[in-house]
């Protein structure tokens, strides 16, 4: 429900608003959707699906003319592909196609960094033209304040991060292995997690949409869930510390979202998350015994897995009846 409903229909429980008055009520705060707001939604879906061909075309134009177009030929188009982005977001910067013309502009700087790489065959590490390429966007990344760009430039890090560790053995201390690899990768997005939510909570109107931060829960707690899974399938020779990871992003994502900034979408993922890797941690614990009976191992699995998702239904529902009420109690 729309928080802007939720106010309604509490003032309407308590009598401020009378029956008659809550279709106007509705009405002025937006729900449904009037048909100006329905065409705004429908004009930017279609403008980010737009961009996204747009750019997604001009990559596979030059790799499918690779062999039959000049260097000056496939250099031209990229580079009028970038000038023609900038050019519209300085003219539109006061329109609402301004930020999908700088997102365009920063993926049409990697295609050029790629470009010149294939071409001039540089002999720089793959992780250097990503590293190259975050660094070229930061400017508009910073000036922008657009959330899309911000989770581009943290995804450029991740691969950047990525290929680095297929070149050197390692990096700062930690080790190359999948656990030293994917720590990194949660401690990173954790971090970016927490400053996005601290900004957004003191004076930044324009980090206060749900999906960024979503979006960067998810890839902390799907990391981490990776990591502990892993941990419980081979943990012969990962450092005790690893172990520790997993319940401190669990109960950093549970205080968080359950009493400072609730958030039941966050609550369901770490549910999932916990589920997955208690089943993981039973699976291994039934199936290595040396004398067990696999069908019935897999049968308290399944059993285990319904008991827990239907426990976590459950309080997830408990959870939101304390939020309605919570929200009861602040009306005026």
Request: charged content about 15%.
């Amino acid at each position: 429900m729309d928080e802007r409903q939720k106010w309604i229909a509490q003032w309407w429980k308590q009598n401020a608003l009378h029956a008659q008055h809550v279709p106007m009520a509705l009405r002025l705060a937006g729900i449904p959707p009037s048909r100006q707001d329905w065409r705004l939604w429908i004009e930017r879906l279609l403008l980010w699906l737009g961009v996204a061909a747009l750019l997604a075309g001009l990559i596979f134009f030059v790799a499918a003319n690779w062999s039959g177009m000049g260097r000056f030929g496939k250099f031209a188009l990229v580079e009028l592909t970038l000038i023609a982005s900038l050019a519209a977001y300085v003219w539109g910067s006061h329109l609402r196609y301004g930020n999908a013309a700088l997102l365009a502009a920063s993926l049409a700087v990697g295609a050029l960094l790629a470009l010149i790489g294939q071409t001039y065959q540089t002999g720089a590490n793959t992780y250097e033209l990503f590293l190259a390429w975050a660094l070229l966007i930061l400017p508009w990344v910073l000036a922008a304040r657009l959330p899309a760009l911000w989770v581009l430039w943290l995804a450029i890090l991740h691969v950047a991060y990525v290929f680095h560790m297929q070149v050197f053995d390692a990096l700062w201390g930690f080790s190359p292995k999948f656990e030293g690899s994917t720590a990194v990768v949660i401690l990173f997005d954790a971090c970016a997690l927490a400053a996005w939510e601290y900004l957004a909570g003191n004076g930044r109107p324009w980090m206060r949409g749900r999906w960024t931060p979503r979006l960067l829960a998810l890839a902390t707690g799907g990391t981490a869930t990776a990591l502990a899974v892993s941990l419980f399938l081979d943990s012969r020779d990962a450092n005790e510390i690893y172990f520790l990871l997993y319940p401190l992003v669990l109960t950093g994502i549970y205080g968080v979202y359950r009493y400072r900034i609730p958030d039941p979408f966050m609550l369901a993922g770490s549910a999932l998350s916990l589920i997955v890797v208690a089943n993981t941690g039973l699976g291994r614990l039934l199936l290595d015994r040396p004398h067990g009976n696999e069908t019935a191992a897999f049968f308290l699995l399944v059993l285990f897995s319904m008991l827990a998702t239907a426990g976590a239904a459950w309080w997830l529902r408990q959870v939101a009846r304390e939020q309605a009420e919570t929200h009861e109690e602040d009306l005026p």
